[in-house]
């Protein structure tokens, strides 16, 4: 089957690879021509290119790609069609909603799956991956994925997988930014909101935008919200059925009341369903949230000398808020945003109202040291200000840094923040079986 692939942003990308990967033909297209190529899989040395003027096309085996304009003729002839989520509510994808090109409604397996939409700000990941191993750990066989962000291979490669193989449930990690998409392509049984923070403004403009797009999310749904959720009752109006979640009772073995909110919300959903689909033992919900480990990338705890090290993606002021709220920290590590991104900067605002003996800056999303620096200077930040440009020199400052109590890297940039918890991993293993050894030759 041929599939048009319209907008190679971050989703439209992963449903190329995706497509790709289940045997499809596909044309892509994007009217930007300075689209980076990265992460797909063509090398300009092993491709036909024809540059005509700000055009590109690329040719290679079952992949074709137009970058600076669309050949409507190669994507009307194509079996489905596939939307980036960022062009959701444009003119062209009504065009496509009501001609039913729709990958999602060409393939619609996915539809007939018991559905779970978890979406919010901040928790979304840890908590999908919450659900998924208590389910699991019940028998269940769980189909996982969705927002790209959250390190998933897209919203496209659920409903490709799902026509493929029989699952019993299927989670779906929604984007805010997302959620009108989501609302067309799946058919949700239950819908879970972790919060409402300080993130994707440039998008929703503001809060009372983000929540309208929620409420219109959330009409006639069987949905979970915080007990203390601001537009509880707005929410609760316009639903099905609302329920209430807290912070889980359980002892876990993760960092933060947040995580506790994450384990309530994983406890009342599969409460949920053990009462209105199978009974899951409440051991399996105790035992697999007790035993829980945090998500690569997420929020975890490191040894290192006398220093806990606090490290994960901590991307929006609302979540870096939350961890320093929480500990007193000699010096916390900033990965920066983009460079159209200044709303995240407001995590610099949070950092300093801690006012940590040093603030650490470093290339997270990409290189915006120089406005992070300049926000830094604004808020009359009068601690040490240091920049780390590559992993040496970060790993460096956690070595000066190594003999306070707490430090924090967080911020944006999950790739590099992965790269230094494993970098950190391997030291901190290597210096603790270092330590051992000594105090067992004693």
Request: charged share 25%; net charge negative.
């Amino acid at each position: 089957m041929k599939a048009a692939v319209i907008g190679l942003g971050v989703e439209g990308k992963k449903a190329l690879n995706s497509l790709l990967k289940y045997g499809w033909e596909v044309y892509a297209t994007d009217l930007n021509v300075n689209i980076n190529l990265d992460n797909l899989p063509i090398s300009l040395s092993s491709v036909d290119i024809s540059p005509q003027n700000d055009k590109i096309s690329f040719v290679k085996d079952n992949l074709s790609i137009d970058l600076g304009f669309n050949n409507q003729e190669k994507i009307d002839s194509c079996d489905a069609v596939v939307l980036s989520p960022s062009i959701w509510g444009s003119k062209i994808a009504e065009h496509y909603k009501n001609s039913g090109k729709l990958l999602c409604d060409v393939k619609t397996k996915h539809r007939d799956i018991f559905t779970i939409g978890v979406t919010g700000t901040n928790g979304k990941t840890t908590t999908v991956s919450m659900i998924k191993e208590i389910l699991e750990n019940a028998g269940k066989n769980v189909l996982v994925g969705g927002n790209a962000g959250g390190g998933f291979e897209g919203y496209y490669d659920l409903i490709l997988e799902a026509d493929k193989q029989d699952y019993d449930f299927l989670l779906v990690e929604v984007c805010d930014m997302t959620v009108g998409f989501c609302n067309h392509c799946f058919d949700f049984d239950l819908i879970a909101l972790t919060n409402m923070g300080n993130d994707h403004m440039d998008v929703h403009g503001s809060m009372e935008g983000y929540k309208n797009s929620l409420k219109e999310f959330f009409a006639d749904k069987i949905i979970f919200i915080n007990n203390n959720q601001e537009y509880k009752e707005e929410f609760r109006e316009l639903s099905r059925l609302a329920i209430e979640y807290s912070k889980t009772d359980y002892d876990l073995d993760l960092f933060g009341k947040f995580n506790k909110l994450n384990a309530g919300l994983s406890e009342a959903i599969t409460n949920f369903i053990s009462e209105n689909t199978f009974e899951i033992d409440e051991k399996i919900i105790k035992n697999t949230l007790k035993n829980f480990k945090p998500v690569e990338g997420r929020l975890e705890v490191l040894k290192l000398n006398d220093c806990e090290i606090y490290i994960g993606k901590s991307d929006n002021s609302d979540a870096i808020k939350a961890i320093l709220e929480e500990v007193d920290f000699a010096a916390v590590f900033i990965g920066t945003p983009r460079h159209n991104e200044n709303h995240r900067l407001d995590i610099l605002n949070e950092v300093v109202n801690a006012n940590p003996e040093a603030i650490i800056l470093f290339p997270g999303l990409e290189d915006t040291l120089d406005q992070a620096k300049f926000r830094l200077h604004a808020l009359d930040y009068q601690g040490r200000i240091e920049i780390a440009n590559n992993l040496d020199e970060i790993i460096g400052f956690v070595a000066e840094f190594s003999h306070n109590p707490s430090i924090l890297i967080g911020g944006n940039g999950q790739e590099n923040i992965i790269k230094i918890q494993d970098r950190l991993k391997e030291i901190c293993d290597s210096f603790n079986h270092k330590e051992n050894r000594l105090l067992f030759e004693d």
